[in-house]
């Protein structure tokens, strides 16, 4: 067990029953001429968070920690992407753009596409698991939670974006089915004005689970590899 150090207060945790749930980190919202981009949201803090998870998964990897990424995603004909029935038709920001501006019809969060990718800098590399969505929420329909049981994973360490949708939106269904949700904050990105993020981070922190960082995920996994055996 490792403790690592969080809000509101630190948490004991064993790597072999963590993982980092890496949400969403694609070019769609952390790239320029991503979707995010074209939709005029400021990005700047993409390319922090990025280095962010970069340092964070290669000790994650070292250290034993499951590392699964999240990915949204439309099938082309957009058949799991709900029709105007369904509240994801008018308000998921890739189906919007796609229905006003025709010239991004087919290019928006759609399988295979550049959109749809994961970042350059945070490929996923073998061991890893992927898991496809088409909501917010990782757990909507999905096999993350079968994965995680199957595993006995139950601390898990969230990162991507947007920290106050697809993140929040995940974390959330995590702490209803009872996994310890911690949010590393510096390896997040919001959507919209910055009270989005502060709004999060809060409510996890007093009501839904912990906040930490990259570097106090670093520290105490380092911190437990230099741990010596018990005699």
């Known amino acids: 067990m490792l403790t690592l150090n969080a809000r509101p207060q630190p948490v ?3 790597p072999a029953e963590t993982a980092v749930v890496v949400v969403d980190m694609q070019n769609a919202f952390a790239s320029k001429g991503g979707m995010f981009d074209l939709a005029g949201f400021d990005i700047s803090g ?7 998870n970069r340092r964070l998964l290669k000790a994650a990897r070292e250290a034993g920690v499951g590392v699964i990424y999240l990915q949204m995603s439309y099938k082309p004909d957009l ?3 709900g029709g105007p029935s ?12 796609m229905r006003e501006r ?4 087919g290019r928006l969060l759609i399988d295979n596409s550049w959109d749809w990718q994961i970042v ?3 490929k996923p590399e073998p061991g890893d698991q992927i898991i496809r ?4 929420s990782g757990f909507c329909n999905t096999g993350l939670e079968a994965y995680l049981r199957a595993r006995k994973m139950r601390n898990l360490l969230f990162t991507g974006v947007a920290t106050n949708i697809c993140v929040d939106a995940t974390a959330r269904d995590a702490y209803m089915l009872e996994f310890w949700p ?6 997040m990105n919001h959507s919209g004005p910055d009270f989005n993020r502060q709004s999060t981070l809060w409510n996890f922190e007093h009501a839904f689970g912990w906040i930490t960082r990259t570097d106090s995920v670093i520290e105490a996994l380092h911190m437990e590899a230099a741990a010596p055996l018990p005699a």
């Open 133 to 136: 969505k088409s909501r917010y």
């Open 86 to 97: 369904s509240p994801n038709h008018h308000k998921e920001l890739g189906m919007v753009m």
């Open 12 to 14: 004991r945790i064993a």
């Open 102 to 105: 025709p010239e991004l019809a």
């Open 120 to 122: 350059d800098a945070l």
């Open 46 to 52: 993409a390319a922090p968070a990025i280095d962010a």
């Open 79 to 81: 058949s799991d992407a």
């Open 182 to 187: 911690i949010l590393v904050e510096d390896a």
